[in-house]
């Protein structure tokens, strides 16, 4: 999807934290979102959905997970070459946790630490939407990547392999 011929945008909306701090490092607080980064690729990460917007005011939400009762963020959206499909990854919690800053509630909600996440299909043609089979309990399936319209690359720790840990605790 593309925003130059008028076609949709897919992307992940999340909650952002609504009261800003004055006279700290997050003084607009207002734009700082607990979004998964280099920081925070299993942890600390508030809920999300992936959305598609129609750029006419209209956007449906293909995943949801800050309304829906399971502790869940829905992220990293990748668009087929052929447009027809979405690949995305939903990760999931056993509990969410209140983000305060120097003692100001941010209003906004983080998964500690991730139990599992799966990677889903969203079929652009048929409006079905199914995670991709055989995904082991307990294990973390990411970033996904279109290789061509059938074949999808993604990171893992199914193979129980990790890369080298630095002394800092940013991963």
Not at 45 to 67: P, Q, R
Not at 98 to 126: R, S
Not at 130 to 136: A, G, L, R, V
Request: proline share 8%; with cysteine; hydrophobic share 35%.
């Amino acid at each position: 999807y593309g925003v130059s011929d008028g076609t949709p945008l897919v992307y992940t909306r999340q909650p952002r934290a609504r009261t800003p701090i004055a006279g700290t490092p997050i003084e607009e607080a207002a734009n700082w979102q607990h979004a998964s980064d280099v920081g925070r690729i299993n942890n600390g990460i508030a809920e999300s959905d992936v959305v598609i917007d129609h750029l006419n005011g209209f956007v449906d939400v293909i995943h949801n997970c800050t309304t829906s009762p399971e502790i869940c963020v829905a992220q990293e959206a990748r668009v087929s070459p052929d447009g027809k499909k979405i690949v995305y990854s939903v990760g999931y919690g056993s509990a969410l946790t209140e983000v305060i800053h120097e003692g100001v509630k941010l209003g906004i909600h983080e998964i500690p630490a991730l139990t599992e996440a799966k990677l889903w299909i969203y079929d652009l043609v048929t409006n079905d939407r199914y995670p991709i089979p055989n995904h082991p309990p307990g294990v973390i399936d990411r970033q996904p990547e279109w290789l061509d319209n059938d074949t999808v690359v993604f990171s893992s720790n199914a193979g129980n392999t990790f890369p080298y840990r630095n002394q800092f605790p940013l991963h």
